[in-house]
């Protein structure tokens, strides 16, 4: 079967670093996405992981272990406007991306 | 932006009728991918058309059904709509099954 389990919902205060874990168990892995949405809009594109490692990006980075069935999202020097939905998806043989529920974060002053 | 445009942005309908959802794809994407986001869920594949051609398809019936024209635009079409089909309606497009960028997204309501 298909599962990706990410949890539901994080706080933390601006300024910080927050890890959001993601785990999964799929057939035909081709790739893990990281999407940002906030409320009321679209899913934004943050990063796509296909080899084992570390991807950095300025304040945000998404590491990947494919033999443990793992991944992070980590966000450094948080700002408020983080506040948000971070949706995990795996790329599931070039045709469907499968999402977790979504964890929010939530980031106070 | 994406440049990913969607049509309607907010539709209100009642059960049993029919709905149209429009998408016109990022210049230079070939694959266009159609999600239902349910409140405080995440997105639920529904299919994938890549030059025309339907690739893929999630656990939807049959009465969701789409097409990708030449231009590689694309339709969702929903047939005897149900109260648990208000959702979300996201379209997304790509170069080859690469990044997936989002539109807006169509807001349904079935009364």
């Known amino acids: 079967g298909q599962n990706i389990d990410q949890p539901t919902e994080m706080t933390a205060t601006e300024g910080a670093i927050v890890q959001i874990n993601c785990t999964y168990q799929?057939?035909?892995?081709?790739?893990l996405f990281w999407y940002q949405q906030h409320a009321g809009e679209a899913p934004t594109f943050l990063s796509y992981?296909?080899?084992?490692g570390l991807e950095e990006k300025g304040r945000f980075s998404s590491f990947l272990s494919r033999s443990k069935g793992y991944s992070y999202l980590l966000l450094k020097e948080l700002q408020m406007k983080d506040s948000a939905s971070y949706l995990c998806?795996?790329?599931?043989?070039?045709?469907?991306?499968?999402f977790g529920k979504g964890t929010t974060l939530s980031v106070s002053s | 932006e994406t440049g990913v445009t969607q049509s309607p942005t907010h539709l209100i309908k009642t059960r049993g009728q029919q709905v149209t959802l429009r998408c016109s794809s990022q210049?230079?994407?070939?694959?266009v991918s159609w999600y239902q986001q349910a409140l405080g869920q995440g997105p639920q594949f529904i299919f994938q058309?890549?030059?025309?051609?339907?690739?893929g398809r999630g656990n939807f019936p049959p009465r969701f059904s789409g097409l990708q024209f030449p231009n590689y635009s694309s339709e969702l079409n929903v047939n005897a709509l149900e109260l648990d089909d208000s959702a979300l309606y996201l379209c997304?497009?790509?170069?080859?099954?690469?990044?997936?960028?989002f539109g807006p997204g169509t807001r349904l309501l079935v009364l």
């Open positions: 998806a795996v790329n599931q043989a070039g045709t469907a991306l499968i």
């Open positions: 058309y890549y030059r025309e051609e339907e690739n």
């Open positions: 992981n296909v080899l084992d």
């Open positions: 997304a497009s790509s170069l080859d099954f690469k990044v997936r960028y």
């Open positions: 210049s230079g994407h070939n694959t």
């Open positions: 799929t057939s035909g892995f081709n790739g």
